[in-house]
């Protein structure tokens, strides 16, 4: 067999960076003092980085980030935001995901919910979990008109296969009665084997109201459902007198906007 044929052979199989790695092999003398052993196991490296390297990218791909470039390490703790630093840190190991925990992240607008929420979930693809994100004034619009058409089972899977859902502008606006069952059976299909990451603009106690009110089954029934399971990260202003949109401090500098 000549290494022509070897190389053919790789790529027909998807081997694309394996072949490339052999080409290099045998073009460089020096590779033929290394161990045949050796080699090979420099070949298979270079392969088993090149389709962990791949599948990451398509988990990131598939998730449909709002902020695709979000950073665990680069969250901004200063710029009076009172963080608890120390729990950011645990749950970017993604022990939440395995113990199926949610994260409650909660602030005011422009606070950097999303920001942290994607970064949360750009760890989870790096542990080569499946991850979706989705605002949820699109999730429920995309389960009602499922329910609509008959398809709601198959769309329903969408946002309940997913290892980590990430629920952005989480009750946002008051929920329907229509879009309140809808949101229970994605809840309940979810609870104890997946992981959800919830952003609000508004605190915990006043989800009851948005979802119908304390008197409502459903509502009791979603809040019974996330609230004992979940870590809480409330994102304050250490001094209200001076707060300051992440959005201003990251956007375009004023004096080049004109």
Not at 11 to 39: L, Y
Request: aromatic content about 10%; charged content about 30%.
């Amino acid at each position: 067999m000549t290494n022509q044929s070897t190389i053919d052979k790789l790529i027909e199989m998807h081997m694309t960076p394996m072949a490339d790695a052999f080409r290099v092999q045998k073009d460089d003398p020096s590779m033929k003092e290394v161990p045949f052993e050796g080699r090979f196991g420099m070949l298979v490296d270079t392969e088993y980085t090149a389709r962990k390297n791949n599948r990451l990218k398509r988990l990131i791909r598939k998730s449909e980030f709002e902020q695709p470039d979000a950073s665990i390490a680069d969250i901004d703790y200063g710029h009076n935001r009172k963080l608890n630093r120390t729990l950011i840190e645990r749950l970017a190991t993604c022990e939440y995901i395995t113990e199926y925990r949610n994260i409650f992240i909660t602030g005011a607008t422009s606070s950097g919910k999303t920001y942290m929420a994607c970064a949360f979930g750009m760890e989870a693809c790096k542990h080569y979990y499946t991850v979706k994100y989705v605002r949820m004034p699109d999730l429920l619009i995309d389960l009602k008109s499922a329910k609509d058409a008959g398809r709601f089972t198959d769309v329903l899977k969408k946002y309940t296969n997913p290892t980590l859902l990430i629920l952005d502008e989480w009750l946002l606006l008051k929920l329907s009665e229509d879009d309140a069952p809808n949101l229970l059976e994605l809840i309940h299909k979810r609870r104890e084997h997946s992981s959800t990451i919830f952003c609000s603009q508004f605190k915990e106690e006043g989800w009851y109201n948005k979802l119908g009110g304390k008197d409502s089954p459903l509502s009791d029934a979603i809040m019974d459902r996330i609230s004992y399971d979940s870590y809480k990260i409330v994102i304050e202003s250490i001094n209200p007198d001076k707060d300051i949109s992440m959005r201003e401090v990251y956007g375009l500098d004023p004096k080049l906007a004109q």
